[in-house]
């Protein structure tokens, strides 16, 4: 992507009042399927990462966040299950959101973000704060969107990316986009391994059991009628075989095999001013635990789940959009530690957006469900943004969102609790954006409140057993910074997050664990004609690892750079071959306690572009 | 004169023996070493006056590249060597018990190892094996001398706590309200003598005098305690404690009275009881959920753990005498499961 589309992307993106349109074509309504994201996302705050910089790092979902976001993961070790903290919530109430739908796992009510491949999505966003009414359970901290892109226009287009790393790490990405103004397809394929076995700094061990070998397919069509029909096919398969890295080099060696597949149909009808869409989804997901990989006994469990939606935008006036989705899901779940229950969830929302003048806009949405296995609180958002001038727009926005409680919660064979209730919070936030003419900085701060957080205890009659009984307030600040310019052929951007977190429970006013008060990155990148330069940079404050705080057993903070060349072989575009030096200060650093993290280590790679 | 010479020699020669006797054997002679699970499992140390307290002291003595394992469950000893059992890890470290220093690793044998006992030279040690099958239970036989694993004897039930009396080892069969066997064992040639059903999930066993002292603890109905006679294996009596009580554990002997627990309650009584009240002997001021998680009496002071109940954070140990009084309160570690004494 050269730097002038990528500064059209921006200008758009921020340009949303000004030039009173209700699409951004960065998040192009027409190509994506995730409208709402697009449409309803004003009064918060949406950082989007485009292939380049996808390309620019590892290929796991859980690296580029952490690199490229004010998002904290915690890793049980390089490659294996990772799960967010989005401003200091909990893993289950960060939700991620493909195409449009939520993917969260049924069973643990979170992703694992190190089962996502990046090299599948056209574009990743990250949007803060609260979004249930639009996308359901678990968006609370904020959502995290893959979008695949469908457009309909001539093209060809092939590329082949293969990499090679320290510790055996293989990386090949292929994906094929042909077109015309009719039809359109793009298949790609991502494999990734590695066997992980890298040597713990300043110690004699090293990473043991901890390779990997994961695998995903994304098949997208689309066929368009005429203007006002189309239709659009999603499919994503995802494969993971990993090994859980030992904590002590006895430990018996386990491992773990997911299969995901999600798979969307769409059909949009545009007649007068309305679009209808109608979207139907199944999505599934399969996995193996194998305590002992040397034994076949596994426990497993299996969650299918279909969806259908039908979503009715209505453009009332030219600055009043109305928008209602309906939603019916039936989810079939079955494991070895798990009841085999239906879960049956429908559920009704209603968005406006309404611009008002030139210099504001409001939102305002309400979604209410209707479930087999719990009661859903009434949800709602709003939120108003304003253009005090043309380089500085103020936001607000107040939401009460939810998670559910998964099947893990309800039905786990030994202590699953049917009589639980949803988490639910209150929140809301201010954001300050500025605009000017190479750099965008914006600095929000929030407030968000959660009721009935669901937490395993010991109980009486079993070991553990899940309860509403947590209440957590976490507040903070995020500042995002970008700053692009050209100096005749030389190019450079400069991007930052930093995020100040406080997250408490209510009854001990402690800071949850594995939640650092400070988290910062930035990354600088430099190009000139056929060579291009980028140095990032990660900074991940001391967290505490004991619910009371107890300071001998923090974790110390931690700063890790990585530097990357890379030159264009031949014509611009074509062939590009690229060098990674990754943590080159070979910094000695644990995310979890007692997972220590890969120290100086490289990768290399070549992208094949016809 | 020659024999006043002689045992004057002897005299003084029994003088040196005293002294030696009293020189502390290492750092943590004299003392209290309190168990904690973990997570990464730690060990505590106490003075025997209480007025010592050292966290962690594996760590200290031996540095942060070794560890004794994920869940750390028992200790035993054989002569000045500590056997620390992970069943997290499924290792046994050996450390001197007075020092600390670490010694070896067994590694080979285990699957879910829980408690250990030592007898004419092997330490027997129960294995859990797998969790979704209760008969596949085993017990790994350990040469002491070159701490080779040798043949395991299999169970065929659950095997839990395990003790040695007369040559024969008792193995209770007993996990959270499940199971209801002792397995009486012959080391000598690996079999199964008999099994003696004791009604209800059986969790601590005492020998005292010839007689078995088996608490069986319940979560839905009464608990009780059975007596077994060992001169044939036979069940002498019960005595089914009050239904109010709860699931009581712990069952400890010392100077002829029996002490348990339910929950944060210790109760004391004596040994030919034919029936027990709930009034307890005291009650350990706490709301967590766990108390009780580690008990031993010894020396005439009752020791009791509190974990956090969370398992999140560092948990404390009671202190009482044998008469109810409260003595001390200590911190130790994260979720401390047993109390072990060096004297």
Not at chain 1, 25 to 37: E, G, P, T
Not at chain 1, 177 to 184: C, L, N, T
Not at chain 1, 430 to 458: A, C, H, V
Not at chain 2, 100 to 110: D, K, Q, R, V
């Amino acid at each position: 992507m050269t730097a002038k589309k990528l500064l059209l992307f921006s200008i758009l993106l921020w340009c949303q009042l000004v030039c009173a349109q209700q699409n951004s074509v960065a998040l192009d309504v027409v190509i994506i399927s995730d409208v709402q994201l697009a449409r309803f996302s004003s009064t918060q705050s949406v950082q989007i990462l485009n292939d380049s910089v996808i390309e620019n790092n590892h290929p796991s979902l859980s690296s580029l966040l952490r690199y490229n976001s004010v998002m904290v993961f915690k890793e049980n070790g390089f490659g294996m299950v990772s799960s967010p903290a989005f401003r200091g919530t909990s893993a289950q109430q960060t939700a991620v959101i493909w195409n449009g739908i939520n993917i969260n796992s049924q069973f643990n009510g979170q992703t694992d973000f190190n089962a996502i491949s990046t090299g599948e999505f056209n574009s990743i966003a990250i949007r803060g704060g609260g979004g249930s009414v639009i996308y359901g359970s678990s968006a609370i901290g904020g959502t995290v969107h893959l979008n695949n892109e469908i457009q309909f226009k001539r093209q060809f287009n092939n590329e082949i990316r293969t990499n090679y790393g320290s510790f055996n790490t293989v990386g090949v990405h292929y994906n094929v986009a042909a077109g015309s103004e009719k039809f359109m397809t793009r298949i790609s394929f991502s494999k990734n391994s590695s066997d992980n076995d890298f040597e713990y700094v300043d110690s004699n061990r090293k990473n043991e059991n901890g390779a990997f070998d994961n695998r995903s397919l994304t098949a997208n069509f689309g066929y368009q009628f005429n203007a006002s029909h189309a239709i659009k096919v999603y499919s994503y398969f995802f494969s993971g075989n990993r090994q859980f890295s030992l904590l002590t080099p006895t430990d018996t060696r386990s491992k773990y095999h997911d299969l995901n597949m999600r798979n969307l149909f769409e059909y949009t009808a545009i007649f007068n001013r309305f679009t209808s869409k109608i979207k139907l989804a199944f999505l599934s997901e399969n996995y193996h635990h194998f305590e002992d990989s040397s034994a076949d006994f596994s426990s497993f469990g299996k969650a299918e789940t279909a969806i259908a939606k039908y979503d009715l935008a209505f453009a009332l006036t030219k600055d009043i959009l109305l928008n209602s989705v309906i939603e019916f899901s039936q989810t079939t779940g079955i494991g070895s530690d798990v009841g085999n229950v239906t879960r049956e969830i429908g559920s009704a929302s209603f968005l406006m957006s309404h611009i008002v003048g030139k210099r504001l806009q409001y939102e305002v949405g309400f979604r209410k469900e209707s479930a087999t296995d719990y009661n859903s609180p009434f949800l709602f958002s709003g939120g108003i943004v304003t253009a005090i001038s043309e380089k500085y727009k103020l936001k607000w926005n107040a939401s009460r969102n939810f998670r559910i409680p998964t099947y893990n919660d309800l039905y786990w064979t030994e202590g699953g609790n049917p009589d639980l209730k949803p988490e639910s919070s209150y929140q809301t936030e201010i954001g300050n954006e500025f605009t000017f003419k190479n750099l965008q900085f914006s600095l929000t701060s929030y407030i968000i409140r959660i009721e009935d957080m669901i937490q395993w205890l010991p109980g009486v009659a079993s070991s553990w057993l899940p309860r509403n009984v947590n209440n957590v307030r976490t507040y903070g600040g995020e500042i995002l910074i970008n700053w692009k310019k050209s100096f005749g052929q030389n190019a450079v951007t400069i991007n930052g997050n930093y995020a100040y977190t406080v997250s408490e429970d209510l009854a001990t006013g402690k800071q949850l664990i594995y939640i650092p008060f400070h988290k910062a990155t930035a990354s600088l990148g430099y190009a000139y004609k056929k060579f291009s330069a980028n140095y990032q940079v990660l900074f991940n404050g001391e967290v505490f690892t004991r619910s009371d705080n107890a300071p001998r057993y923090n974790l110390d903070s931690y700063t890790v750079s990585n530097v990357g060349l890379a030159y264009q072989i031949g014509k611009s575009d074509t062939l590009k071959a690229g060098v990674q030096l990754l943590n080159i200060f070979n910094e000695k650093y644990e995310v979890m306690v007692r997972r220590p993290f890969p120290g100086r280590h490289f990768n290399a790679y070549l992208t094949f572009k016809f | 004169m020659l024999l006043a010479s002689i045992s004057a020699i002897f005299l003084f020669a029994s003088c040196d023996n005293d002294d030696d006797n009293d020189a502390p054997l290492g750092t943590y002679d004299n003392g209290i070493l309190v168990l904690n699970e973990g997570g990464l499992g730690t060990v505590s140390f106490i003075s025997a006056d209480l007025a010592t307290v050292e966290q962690d002291v594996f760590a200290l003595v031996n540095g942060n590249e070794q560890d004794i394992g994920a869940y750390v469950q028992s200790m035993f000893f054989d002569g000045d060597r500590a056997f620390i059992i992970s069943n997290g890890s499924n290792k046994i470290t050996v450390v001197n018990r007075y020092t600390f220093e670490y010694l070896a690793t067994i590694t080979a044998g285990f699957q879910v190892p829980r408690y250990g006992v030592v007898f004419n030279g092997k330490a027997y040690v129960t294995n859990s094996n797998s969790f979704s099958n209760p008969t596949d239970d085993f017990i790994a036989v350990i040469n002491l001398s070159t701490l080779a694993v040798e043949a395991p004897i299999t169970i065929n039930n659950q095997a839990e706590k395990i003790i040695e009396e007369n040559g024969k080892l008792y193995v209770s069969g007993g996990f959270y309200g499940e199971g209801n066997l002792i397995s009486v064992i012959n080391p000598a040639n690996k079999s199964i003598v008999t099994t003696i059903n004791v009604g209800e999930s059986p969790n601590s066993l005492e020998e005292e005098n010839g007689i078995l002292y088996v608490l069986c603890g319940s979560y839905t109905s009464a608990s009780k305690m059975v007596r077994v006679r060992l001169s044939d294996n036979l069940i002498l009596s019960e005595v089914t404690f009050p239904q109010t009580m709860g699931n009581a554990a712990n069952l400890d002997i010392e100077n002829n009275k029996i002490y348990f627990s339910v929950g944060a309650k210790v109760y004391k009584t004596d040994l030919n009881v034919t029936t027990v009240s709930d009034s307890p002997l005291f009650t350990v001021p706490s709301n967590e959920a766990y108390t009780g998680y580690g008990f031993a009496v010894n020396n005439n002071r009752i020791f009791i753990s509190d974990p956090a109940s969370d398992f999140s954070s560092d948990g404390s140990i009671f202190i009482y005498n044998t008469s109810g009084t409260f003595i001390d309160e200590i911190p130790v570690g994260l979720g401390p499961n047993g109390f072990y004494f060096n004297d």
